[in-house]
């Protein structure tokens, strides 16, 4: 196997493109070095991305965020305007693993670890998080939602790299929140979580996204839940409405985690206390 | 909590204070050497081939490629180990569960092993080795597993226990009944009768260190083991036994120990690295993997139990009756009789009966995990307890109060009790301030009591004395709990000397006689004891030099508090002589000064102990939050309160995760679907809340000290507990464990007060 630790993103795309074997990114190796140990993957080359400049940094921008794929959980969470900007983002990605985890994830190697319970990605998809990639044939961006195509896999090419992930400039009037449910408190699986952000005008809900993890093959943004929610002020019948939509929304398994049933039982609460968190911090009345 | 020691009338010096734990620093800095961290010149890697099927004949075994590959130096399979065992079922069915004979018995089981140059190529030739299965039909649930229409796992098991004894061959392996009294004359004077079911899933004693050895032998038959383990001295006498060698042979010394709880009381790949070191003629090490450890090495049973409860309108019990359901894994155990014994203990119920079933299933086979058999049984009897009291209208603690077993009463096995403290933890409970907590709204409180036997059984110690008075202590109990501070405390106790004095250190089995294993909490009162003993032999001693030292009789010196005096008027003038100055001296009055002891520790005091617990249950998801918990057990007398306190929250921690989480989930497929910590969910620290502790002293009448073991007994109140609180909470008895958020969702479904309409707060 073959280490290497590039200084720029193109380096980075060359190395993976020439690669014949299987041949990894590696940010935080929180989920890459568990898959190895327990003989899941025998990478022939492994691309450190740590050392490139553009992934290991945040950029506050006119249109929003930058952050670097190779950034950190605990050096996201303590980024004090990006956790003023988008909570719910911060607080989903701090939800990974444990402290010692924190030092080491990233939202970008949990995005393409695939998984349908990793926790930042609805969280991300919610806020309307885009993902710069770059490849031997350039640079091209897509939505988060579109890099997701089922449990292990991507959309991304060979050769590909997310650079960084950009969040959107956010306003007073607009709030995001995040929870999942897991039997214990740390160190576990969302059996099911949801991401919702939603921008209000004069009180009323006038922009929502929802995104539901852990219970489809891939995170899923429903559309269907935040009509329930749009042109409310989330009263009563607004949170009954998109509890239902969640919970039709959900196309879970029987799983040792879970059962189908649960997941579309939670789904529904779990999303009657995002998006009350959420409103509240848009700055809507209770 | 302060500790209490209101009931002790000892005075002591040494004994009850709070000192730094020896281990420690080399414990947080990594240095203590655990059962992986021993390396020889030239050793090998072994790696274990395992069964991926619950139940399947081994048809062949193709090891050629293996035996091949460049780097392997060893491959076994069971022809490897050839049955020595001459009759006694007991070690053929470790022998056999150490590696599969013809048939593998659940997902998991060793079929073959190898050794390497190193981890890489072991893993490679386990690749390389071609196992031909036929797949068998499997069971792996208890009731299941006891159905006539059941796949028969072993030909050879015939119902014991019963009359008269079965002529076809099931998976029952064993019926135990005891009790006393009448039972149905007493249901005939209860006003009301209750009857109800329970269920526990199988959970595993979750230590942190997995498995791990180092085994050397040498060409002239002699071999050496590093080891993680609870037991050295049994360790060596199943591996010798197993392998055909003298037990002075081979010396097996124990590592540190990460965790034991009973899982390390028993072999599971030991003798598979000692025969791969034989066959390699090099030093093998072994280290299981997670995965390996929860696959193939020694839960705890899964249960299903009946419980029946009389009693009248006063809060008399008037009879009791429990049907016990154990599963032993792939082989018999004694799991339904230990339930047995323990079901009921707590309460002096004249009319009683127990009857346990040992079954057998596809699944690991399995070992003690504290207080074995003991947490099953309790969370029915502590359930059903609640339910009578809120029948006939009664506070549950006063209820239990009403029935509490004294001085006097008949255990469900036979025995009277002696002086217990069940009746002082209750009260202590009724007291505790943890009981006018008020409550707010979804929230619980739940009490609950358990019981555990705790142990003596063969310990011997030698007491060495240093010239320059310092003492060494050589025990033969792994210290899995603090013990080698305890014993240290005790020599200097008796001694009179100081604590700092005192260096104890655990054998290994050549330098000792035999010890029992560390288990039973046995290991305080019983290598007490013998250190106790040794220490009073060493001073015997001193006391004889101290007389050469002043030309005096030995039967004029007296030793108080670390000095030998001569008494009588006429030796007033004397001096009085410190140990340090008779170890001084001791190459003029006769050479080294030591003492010994060896001895069968008879009349280990019972562990009693009654737990509250304080829960929130969140009506929409079902999650319940253990808000507060309180611990008061018996001690008998607390040698070290740090390490009394620390195994009385480690073992509630551990009740605790089996009341809420922890549990194998298997697969139709017979296969375990979370060998691992992220799905096996064991608490972690943020899903506690700081557990409060009050130690009880009620002196054991059989202890010099008054020792009771600690160990164990507070892992049998917590599946009650927190089932209590849950019900105390949502008016919802829980009555399968352990009682995760989807089966409390689902009991509060059945129940109508789930809250999935109710506004989220
Ligand atoms: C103890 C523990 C607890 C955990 N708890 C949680 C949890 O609570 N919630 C949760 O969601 N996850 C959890 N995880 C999983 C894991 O920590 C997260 O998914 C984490 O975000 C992965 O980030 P990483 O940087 O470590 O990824 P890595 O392991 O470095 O990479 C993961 C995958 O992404 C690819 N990749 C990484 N960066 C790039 C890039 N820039 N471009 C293209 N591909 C890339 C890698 O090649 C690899 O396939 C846990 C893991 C552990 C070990």
């Not at chain 2, 006694?88 to 022998?95: E, K, V």
Request: hydrophobic share 40%; proline share 5%; charged share 20%.
């Amino acid at each position: 196997m073959r280490y290497e630790s590039p200084a720029t993103t193109k380096e980075a795309v060359a190395l993976l493109s020439k690669e014949k074997g299987p041949a990894f990114v590696i940010a935080g190796g929180t989920d890459l070095l568990v898959r190895m140990k327990s003989g899941l993957v025998e990478p022939a080359l492994l691309v450190d991305v740590k050392r490139i400049p553009a992934m290991t940094t945040i950029k506050v921008m006119q249109t929003g965020f930058r952050v670097g794929a190779a950034v950190s959980g605990a050096e996201l969470g303590a980024h004090k305007a990006l956790g003023k900007a988008w909570p719910g983002v911060v607080e989903a990605t701090n939800l990974i693993g444990s402290d010692q985890i924190q030092g080491r994830c990233t939202m970008v190697g949990n995005l393409c670890n695939a998984s349908p319970a990793a926790d930042s990605v609805p969280a991300l998809i919610a806020a309307g998080a885009k993902a710069a990639i770059v490849g031997k044939q350039g640079r091209r961006t897509a939505a988060v939602e579109k890099i997701i195509t089922g449990p292990g896999s991507t959309s991304l090419a060979k050769g590909e790299v997310i650079e960084a992930l950009t969040l959107p400039k956010s306003s007073r009037r607009t709030g995001d929140a995040y929870l999942r449910f897991t039997p214990r408190t740390e160190m576990d699986i969302a059996v099911v979580g949801v991401g919702i952000s939603m921008t209000l005008e004069r009180g009323i809900i006038k922009k929502a996204r929802v995104c539901l993890g852990a219970v489809a093959p891939t995170p899923i943004l429903v559309p269907a839940a935040a009509d329930t929610i749009i042109g409310t002020k989330l009263d009563d019948a607004a949170l009954a409405a998109l509890a239902a939509a969640c919970s039709d929304a959900c196309d879970p398994i029987d799983d040792k985690r879970g059962t189908a049933a649960y997941r579309i039982r939670v789904a529904g609460v779990l999303a009657r206390r995002v998006a009350t968190i959420a409103f509240q911090r848009a700055g809507g009345a209770a | 909590m302060p500790h209490d020691n209101s009931y002790t009338g000892q005075e002591f010096k040494v004994v009850g204070n709070r000192f730094a734990r020896p281990d420690g620093v080399d414990k947080v800095t990594g240095r203590a050497r655990y059962g992986a961290d021993a390396s020889a010149p030239g050793q090998l890697v072994a790696r274990v081939l395992r069964s991926p099927h619950a139940h399947a004949k081994i048809t062949k075994i193709d090891t050629a490629k293996a035996e091949r590959l460049s780097g392997v130096k060893a491959v076994i399979t069971s022809d490897d180990l050839p049955d020595l065992t001459g009759g006694d079922r007991g070690m053929a069915d470790i022998l056999e569960n150490c590696m599969a004979r013809g048939r593998a018995l659940y997902d998991g089981h060793a079929v073959a092993a190898v050794a390497a140059v190193d981890e890489q190529t072991a893993r490679k030739a386990l690749k390389l080795i071609k196992v031909t299965y036929e797949v068998l039909p499997h069971v792996t649930d208890v009731d299941e597993a006891m159905k006539p229409e059941a796949p028969v796992i072993h030909d050879w098991v015939f119902t014991g226990g019963v009359n008269p004894q079965p002529t076809k061959p099931c998976n029952v392996a064993n019926r135990t009944e005891m009790g006393h009294g009448d039972v149905d004359a007493g249901f005939a004077q209860a006003d009301v009768v209750i009857e109800r079911s329970y269920k526990t899933e199988q959970t595993h004693q979750g230590y942190i260190e997995p498995h791990a050895c180092l085994a050397s032998v040498n060409s002239d038959g002699s071999a050496e083991m590093w080891v993680t383990t609870q037991g050295p001295f049994s360790y060596r006498t199943v591996c010798a036994s197993l392998l055909g060698m003298d037990l002075a042979k081979l010396k097996v010394t124990s590592s540190e120990i990460g965790g034991g709880f009973g899982g390390k009381t028993h072999v599971w790949a030991e003798p598979l690295a000692l025969a791969l070191s034989r066959k390699a003629n090099r030093p093998v090490k072994l280290v299981m993997t997670r995965d390996e450890v929860f696959r193939a090495t020694g839960p705890t049973a899964s249960t299903s139990i009946d419980v029946k409860v009389g009693a009248k309108k006063n809060g008399e019990i008037t009879a009791a009756e429990l049907e016990l359901r154990y599963q032993g894994g792939a082989f018999p155990g004694i799991w339904g009789m230990l339930g047995c014994m323990t079901g009921f203990a707590c309460y002096d119920i004249a009319n009683q009966r127990s009857v346990g079933w040992d079954v057998i299933v596809n699944r690991p086979k399995v070992a003690a995990y504290r207080a074995p058999s003991a947490p099953m049984a309790a969370y029915a009897v502590e359930s059903i307890m609640d339910v009578v009291a809120e029948e006939i209208g009664m506070d549950p603690v006063d209820f239990r109060l009403k029935n509490v077993a004294k001085e006097g009463a008949q255990a469900p096995y036979g025995p009277i009790y002696g002086p217990i403290g069940i009746e002082s933890a209750l009260n202590a409970v009724k007291e505790n301030p943890h009981m006018k907590v008020k409550l707010k709204k979804n929230q619980g409180r739940g009490v609950a009591c358990g019981f555990w036997f705790n142990i003596g059984g063969q310990t011997c110690v030698d007491l060495n004395i240093g010239t320059d008075g310092s003492v060494n202590l050589a025990v033969g109990t792994v210290d899995v709990g603090g013990a080698r501070s305890s014993m240290g405390m005790i020599a200097a106790e008796e001694l009179g000397i100081d604590y700092e004095d005192v260096k104890v250190h655990v054998a290994d089995t050549a330098s000792l006689g035999h010890n029992d294993t560390t288990e039973g909490s046995r290991g305080t009162f019983s290598s007490g004891m013998a250190t106790i003993f040794a220490a009073r032999d060493a001073i015997e001693v001193l006391k004889e030099r101290a007389a050469q030292m002043l030309d005096v009789p030995k039967e004029s010196i007296q030793w108080e508090n670390g000095t030998a005096s001569a008494t009588g008027a006429e030796n007033s003038n004397l001096p009085t002589l410190t140990l340090k100055e008779i170890a001084a001296k001791s190459h003029n009055t006769g050479g080294p000064i030591a003492g010994h002891n060896e001895v069968t520790a008879d009349g280990a005091g019972m562990g009693f102990a009654a737990h509250i617990c304080d829960v929130e249950v969140d009506p929409e998801t079902g999650l319940t939050k253990i808000l507060k918990y309180t611990v008061v057990q018996d001690a008998g007398k607390a040698i070290h309160p740090d390490y009394v306190e620390g195994q009385f929250q480690g073992a509630a921690a551990q009740g605790i995760g089996w009341a809420l989480n922890e549990e194998y989930v298997y697969g139709e497929d017979g296969r375990l679907q979370n060998p691992g910590f992220l799905d096996y969910r064991i608490p972690v620290c943020s899903d506690l809340p700081f557990i409060d502790t009050m130690i009880l002293e009620i002196p054991n009448p059989n202890h010099p000290y008054g020792i009771r073991g600690v160990g164990e007994t507070s892992i049998v109140p917590p599946l009650g507990a927190v089932g209590n609180a849950i019900a105390n909470a949502t008016g919802v008895r829980m009555n399968h464990a352990p009682m995760s958020p989807i089966r409390v969702l689902e009991a509060l479904d059945r129940a109508g007060v789930s809250g999935d309409q109710v506004s989220a707060g």
